[in-house]
């Protein structure tokens, strides 16, 4: 398949997902401020900030806003199109890229994002945010849901769908560290370090994975231990980390069609890797490196995997130095590419 | 309420009526069908073909709007039938007409024989803007030139079919051709049924055995690409549409390199070699090392790929020099000269500018004539003499004087007009006819085309950039 379009397909999935990660975010976190009891503007300044710096967005929140009040944050996160990673900028970003490839799209799937985005776009839905925000997120999910169900129904497991499902599984990986991460932002207390963050926390970052169900019937008690062994180790659960490297790990090796096991490019190698790591890892090991150093290691590599994907099928490096007597303008394609992969990760900066 | 009740063909001619209140005997059984449908009925139906193409996004793209909304290219639910007599009419002058054009250009890029015989005068052939004498000697493969040609149709007064242009370059619309057909389908199954109306759905298939015709390379299956300049371009959907269908990549610029004079395509999997391209990009922005050094949409080097034969192009390089309205006033005398026959269809009467009889005719009429520049298209460029302002008309007075060369004149004909929805009843609209003609192995014509319809009353102007919609249009057997 065309480089460009395993690109587009690649980006239009991780913009879906992280528009489907931020709604729960936002939505679960919502929730969870109405268990506390009362909340001036510092202890609400401290219950958003780690949300916004887990995401790595501190930078673009303090540009566009002054006070890290409820409304901001959820304007900011949700349908303020000057920050191009809310949930409206994803998946206007979706749907431009699905735009772009419509040839490869089932008429479905693109009805689909289309309508996501009409509604993204409408009064009803800045109408939702003010004044009935769950229904909003649950409309985004059910979207972003309804997109990656028809595209698993309409379409053909060939090269595209493994991009796809590259895409998501990656994506999917990272916001998982990422909702782990916020309780290392959270303001330390007096109370010792199990307790805080308490159980309400973990219990928000069980169900902003849509955790809660699958972790009841594996294990009983909500403990740290308990989420982050769920959430990074689970072979089960398809929000783990374990599950989407086995299936990135899976999807890289049916692309380039070698075995398991082995690798031909670098990232596979880096995904091979990663998953030995993680099959042969444990809770232990987690704490013993320290949560938040664990997560942030695990982001390097994802960021890795996706940049060496990159390199491989769509820049094709030795490829293009050896091809064409036309050195300028092949240049300016790949700068040209470069240029909108770096458009795509711009604010996937890292903490 | 019948629809229909109350119609007025309004001394035009007209596709449904023969004179008022006269259906003509093939569009009897659709007027008895949609006559009979209540307002509600019809307003329904057409809301839901309408909604067909929002649905599948089949747009225009709106430049600049920030709500990133695009519109759909106006559909009129009632079509145009054209019976099966006209249709074979149609088919053979058309036929001639395109195999006359191809010796032509061959012959202007060859040996020139037809201006050596002055049976066109040289000078207006090589001071043509797209006439390319650097692909003098280049021969192209089955030595074809325009493989994909949307040419014009018009009926006058008297019910004469005539050609207005002739469109060889990247001729546009044969998705809409498609979809206004499965709209149509999906607003009235049931009228469908009983007519006998010809399927058009082979166009996809057509094209892509054109495609497959001219390859260069015999020994394998030809690699087969659309080459667009982009998903921001106006016809970007159309591009995606005829690349599904005929199950072939859409590739831009940037997915294409040559290497040692050999086109391929970059994929996942390295680089694949492409052995035919549908262009839908114009001459000036293929190739920045021949033609525009600024364009950033086409592919370095493709040129050389094409002189050494290693790659196919659909239309060629050059043909737009059978575009422009001065070669057109001749195509009637290259008919005569290739083909030894008489034209089949006519063309419009026409006065070229830069004869001086005609200019001087030209000058002493403008308030009664249409004055077209040679080389534009959709609508621009052009002098609507008797709905013109004196000062419009002063001003083309200035330009047509300045660069002759530039214009041609016709009497303005009465286009034909079709049955419309206009917002609360059915009335007259003025209509045209752009049928497909493909020439691979053998010349194939769609039985249909693209009707555009006017929809501003009394516009004769069908352009879809110039307020146009459009119709389905249906070949009965």
Same mark, same amino acid.
């Given at each position: 398949m065309l480089s460009r379009v395993a690109n587009t397909l690649y980006w239009m999935v991780r913009n879906v997902e992280?528009?489907?990660?931020?709604?729960?975010?936002?939505?679960?976190?919502?929730?969870?401020?109405?268990?506390?009891?009362?909340?001036?503007?510092?202890?609400?300044? =401290?219950?958003?900030?780690? /949300?916004?710096?887990?995401? &790595?967005?501190?930078?673009?929140?303090? +540009?566009?806003?002054?006070?890290?009040g409820s409304s901001q944050v959820i304007r900011f996160l949700s349908d303020d199109t000057r920050n191009p990673n809310s949930i409206a900028s994803c998946i206007a970003q979706a749907r431009e890229n699905a735009r772009t490839i419509r040839d490869q799209l089932s008429d479905e799937l693109w009805e689909e994002l289309n309508s996501l985005y009409l509604f993204t776009r409408s009064t009803e839905a800045s109408f939702l945010i003010e004044s009935n925000?769950?229904?909003?997120?649950?409309?985004?999910?059910? =979207?972003?849901? +309804?997109?990656?169900?028809?595209?698993?129904?309409?379409?053909?497991?060939?090269?595209?769908?493994?991009?796809?499902? /590259?895409?998501?599984?990656?994506?999917?990986?990272?916001?998982?560290t990422r909702f782990l991460d916020i309780t290392s932002y959270l303001p330390k207390t007096a109370e010792d370090e199990i307790t805080s963050p308490g159980i309400l926390h973990w219990t928000a970052i069980l169900r902003s994975c849509g955790a809660m169900g699958a972790f009841r019937s594996d294990q009983r008690e909500i403990s740290a231990r308990g989420v982050v062994d769920f959430l990074i180790f689970s072979p089960e659960f398809p929000r783990s980390i374990?599950?989407?490297?086995?299936?990135?790990?899976?999807?890289?090796?049916?692309?380039?069609?070698?075995?398991?096991?082995?690798?031909?490019?670098?990232?596979?190698? /880096?995904?091979?890797?990663?998953?030995?790591?993680?099959?042969?890892?444990?809770?232990?090991?987690?704490?013993?490196? &320290?949560?938040? =150093?664990?997560?942030?290691?695990?982001?390097?590599?994802?960021?890795?995997?996706?940049?060496?994907?990159?390199e491989t099928y769509v820049l094709l490096p030795e490829r293009v130095t050896e091809a064409p007597p036309e050195p300028e303008r092949v240049k300016s394609a790949v700068a040209g590419w470069q240029f909108e992969q770096q458009q795509q990760q711009r604010n996937k900066a890292q903490p | 309420m019948a629809i229909f009740e109350g119609y007025d063909p309004g001394g035009f001619h007209d596709e449904m009526f023969a004179g008022s209140g006269e259906v003509r005997p093939y569009c009897a059984p659709l007027l008895n069908k949609m006559d009979n449908l209540s307002e509600r009925e019809f307003l329904d139906r057409k809301a839901a073909s309408e909604l067909y193409f929002v649905r599948q996004g089949i747009t225009f793209n709106v430049y600049h709007d920030n709500r990133g909304m695009e519109r759909i290219f106006p559909f009129d639910p009632v079509p145009r039938v054209i019976p099966a007599n006209e249709w074979e009419l149609l088919e053979a002058g058309l036929t001639q007409r395109i195999i006359a054009l191809n010796l032509f250009l061959h012959d202007i890029y060859h040996d020139q024989q037809i201006l050596k015989d002055g049976v066109i005068p040289r000078h207006y052939i090589e001071n043509a803007k797209h006439y390319r004498p650097e692909f003098r000697g280049v021969d192209v493969p089955a030595d074809i030139y325009i493989h994909i040609c949307g040419s014009d149709m018009i009926k006058g007064k008297d019910g004469t079919y005539y050609v207005l242009e002739d469109n060889g370059r990247c001729p546009s619309g044969a998705s809409y051709l498609l979809e206004n057909r499965n709209a149509l389908k999906?607003?009235?199954?049931?009228?469908?049924?009983?007519?006998?109306?010809?399927?058009?759905?082979?166009?996809?298939?057509?094209?892509?055995?054109?495609?497959?015709?001219?390859?260069?390379?015999?020994?394998?299956?030809?690699?087969?690409?659309?080459?667009?300049?982009?998903? !921001?371009?106006?016809? !970007?959907?159309?591009?995606?549409?005829?690349?599904?269908?005929?199950?072939?990549?859409?590739?831009?610029?940037?997915?294409?390199?040559?290497?040692?004079?050999?086109?391929?395509?970059?994929?996942?999997?390295?680089?694949?070699?492409?052995?035919?391209? !549908?262009?839908?990009?114009?001459?000036?922005?293929?190739?920045?090392?021949?033609?525009?050094?600024?364009?950033?949409?086409?592919?370095?080097?493709?040129?050389?790929?094409?002189?050494?034969?290693?790659?196919?192009?659909?239309?060629?390089? &050059?043909?737009?020099?059978?575009?422009?309205?001065?070669?057109? !006033?001749?195509?009637?005398?290259?008919?005569?000269?290739?083909?030894?026959?008489?034209p089949i269809l006519p063309n419009v009467p026409t006065y070229l500018a830069s004869e001086e009889a005609d200019l001087k005719f030209i000058l002493g009429h403008l308030p009664e004539l249409v004055v077209k520049a040679a080389n534009e298209s959709g609508g621009y460029g052009m002098l609507m003499g008797p709905s013109a302002t004196k000062e419009e008309i002063e001003v083309f007075r200035e330009k047509i004087i300045a660069d002759p060369r530039n214009y041609i004149a016709q009497p303005v004909v009465s286009l034909s007009r079709c049955p419309t929805w206009c917002d609360g009843a059915i009335e007259g609209r003025h209509i045209d006819l752009r049928p497909y003609i493909i020439y691979g192995d053998e010349v194939k014509i769609v039985p249909g085309g693209l009707t555009r319809v006017a929809l501003t009353k009394g516009s004769l102007v069908v352009n879809s950039s110039q307020g146009g919609g459009s119709k389905d249009t249906w070949v009965l057997r």
């Open positions: 992280r528009a489907d990660n931020l709604s729960r975010l936002i939505d679960v976190n919502q929730q969870l401020l109405l268990d506390f009891e009362s909340l001036d503007s510092e202890r609400l300044r =401290g219950f958003w900030a780690p /949300i916004i710096q887990s995401l &790595g967005e501190e930078e673009a929140f303090e +540009t566009l806003y002054d006070e890290p925000p769950p229904k909003y997120y649950e409309s985004i999910r059910r =979207g972003a849901a +309804t997109f990656l169900g028809v595209a698993a129904s309409t379409m053909a497991r060939n090269e595209a769908w493994e991009f796809i499902d /590259i895409g998501r599984q990656l994506e999917r990986a990272d916001k998982t374990r599950f989407c490297i086995e299936r990135l790990d899976a999807s890289l090796h049916k692309v380039s069609g070698t075995p398991r096991g082995t690798f031909s490019n670098e990232s596979e190698r /880096i995904a091979g890797k990663l998953l030995a790591d993680i099959n042969f890892s444990s809770t232990d090991d987690v704490f013993k490196e &320290g949560l938040h =150093g664990y997560l942030d290691g695990l982001q390097t590599k994802f960021n890795a995997i996706g940049a060496e994907i990159f | 999906r607003a009235f199954p049931d009228i469908f049924h009983t007519l006998g109306v010809r399927p058009v759905d082979s166009y996809p298939r057509d094209l892509l055995n054109m495609l497959h015709h001219i390859s260069p390379r015999r020994e394998a299956d030809p690699v087969c690409v659309l080459l667009t300049p982009g998903c !921001y371009n106006s016809a !970007y959907f159309e591009h995606c549409y005829l690349a599904r269908e005929m199950g072939i990549e859409i590739v831009e610029g940037k997915d294409l390199v040559v290497k040692d004079n050999f086109v391929y395509m970059r994929t996942t999997h390295g680089l694949v070699r492409v052995d035919v391209i !549908y262009r839908r990009i114009d001459d000036d922005f293929i190739d920045p090392t021949v033609f525009r050094k600024d364009s950033v949409l086409g592919v370095p080097g493709l040129m050389n790929a094409y002189r050494a034969g290693h790659v196919a192009l659909a239309n060629a390089v &050059g043909t737009g020099v059978a575009d422009d309205k001065v070669t057109y !006033y001749f195509v009637p005398r290259m008919i005569e000269y290739y083909l030894g026959q008489k």
